[in-house]
């Protein structure tokens, strides 16, 4: 069986449902995801469903090359440790392997519970107050263990150093030492600065695109970013703004959070640092994906002078906060 990942077709897909057990109607949506290709699936029946009662799963196929065997079972554990602790997450299913993952043709799949929830359009304060305590959970979970396969946060642990090579010669030549003078400030500052700091397993990418709201509550969900890293990076893409350290949302939330553990005010100083990194880790994996057929649609503007010009300028305000 040939399957092309830019194009997975849906006979291939479906054959790959049946081989696990289950008896697929044969309607197949997909849904948006820029490194993986993930398609709502309905089944005939939920026999196999066992923690669900939806007669439906998600299908998510990883882009080869991306992730090991390892590092998405590291991933898959994690989730599982926290539906097992109650907290509301999309998790895997036990396959006729016996892992969470299997393989076809050099693509790794696996198959996850369909969350019913929908996005929250306004968080409103109680609604930080109880992200307060979820993601307290998440880091008292997270506490427990370290994701051996899994990346580490920082420039140096995460070889990120070698993507500002690789990224040269894209930047516009027009701000291209004033881009890298400022990436480097970062990157050599941020790897000084982590040393001093606590790790654990986090979600790493925990922004509100990623939390749903279910009649049980949030919902998180696309834990592919998951890290072992500072507590504080789950922190800060919550927040609404920038300047959210006085506002009454991020009060609300340290108020959940200190509920059920000690809040990190110490890694604060972190967090325009790990807003540049992560500005400059988008645009390097914006850079490696370019041959993806979909990303010249996705991101037009990128590799233009603007883009470089207004990335240059975000960097260079985060490089002078330091």
């Given at each position: 069986m040939s399957m092309n990942f830019y194009n997975l077709e849906p006979h291939l897909i479906l054959d790959c449902?049946?081989?696990?057990?289950?008896?697929?109607?044969?309607?197949?949506?997909?849904?948006?995801?820029?490194?993986?290709?993930?398609?709502?699936?309905?089944?005939?029946?939920?026999?196999?469903?066992?923690?669900?009662?939806?007669?439906?799963?998600i299908a998510k196929f990883y882009r080869p090359g991306r992730w090991s065997l390892e590092t998405l079972q590291d991933e898959h554990q994690f989730e599982i440790e926290l539906k097992n602790e109650f907290l509301q997450v999309a998790a895997?299913?036990?396959l006729k392997n016996k892992t969470t993952v299997d393989t076809i043709n050099g693509i790794h799949y696996a198959f996850f519970e369909k969350i019913r929830g929908r996005l929250i359009q306004e968080f409103l304060p109680d609604d930080f107050l109880k992200?307060?305590?979820?993601?307290?959970?998440?880091?008292?979970?997270?506490?427990?263990?370290?994701a051996e396969h899994r990346a580490t946060l920082g420039p140096s642990a995460d070889d990120k150093w070698n993507l500002l090579d690789q990224m040269y010669e894209s930047v516009a030549v027009e701000v291209r030492e004033?881009?890298?003078?400022?990436?480097?400030?970062?990157?050599?500052?941020?790897?000084?600065?982590?040393?001093?700091?606590?790790?654990?397993r986090i979600h790493g990418d925990l922004h509100r695109g990623n939390i749903l709201e279910?009649?049980?509550?949030?919902?998180?969900?696309?834990?592919?970013?998951?890290v072992n890293g500072p507590a504080i990076q789950d922190v800060w893409m919550m927040m609404p703004d920038q300047n959210f350290k006085d506002s009454p949302e991020f009060e609300k939330l340290v108020t959940g959070y200190e509920e059920l553990r000690h809040f990190p005010?110490?890694?604060?100083?972190?967090?325009?640092?790990?807003?540049?990194?992560?500005?400059?880790?988008?645009?390097?994996?914006?850079?490696?994906?370019?041959?993806?057929?979909?990303?010249?649609?996705?991101?037009?503007?990128?590799?233009?002078?603007?883009y470089w010009a207004e990335e240059t300028e975000a960097l260079n305000k985060m490089a002078y906060q330091i």
């Open positions: 449902v049946e081989k696990q057990g289950f008896s697929p109607t044969g309607q197949i949506q997909q849904l948006n995801s820029y490194e993986n290709r993930v398609f709502d699936i309905q089944l005939e029946n939920n026999e196999n469903l066992n923690t669900s009662v939806y007669s439906s799963l895997p299913y036990i992200m307060g305590r979820w993601m307290a959970q998440l880091h008292n979970i997270g506490e427990s263990k370290w004033k881009y890298f003078n400022a990436a480097e400030k970062i990157f050599y500052t941020l790897d000084k600065k982590l040393n001093d700091h606590k790790f654990l279910s009649p049980e509550g949030f919902v998180v969900v696309d834990f592919d970013d998951f005010f110490e890694q604060i100083e972190l967090i325009s640092l790990l807003r540049g990194y992560r500005m400059i880790s988008y645009a390097g994996w914006i850079l490696n994906r370019w041959s993806d057929p979909s990303f010249p649609k996705l991101f037009p503007d990128f590799g233009s002078y603007t």
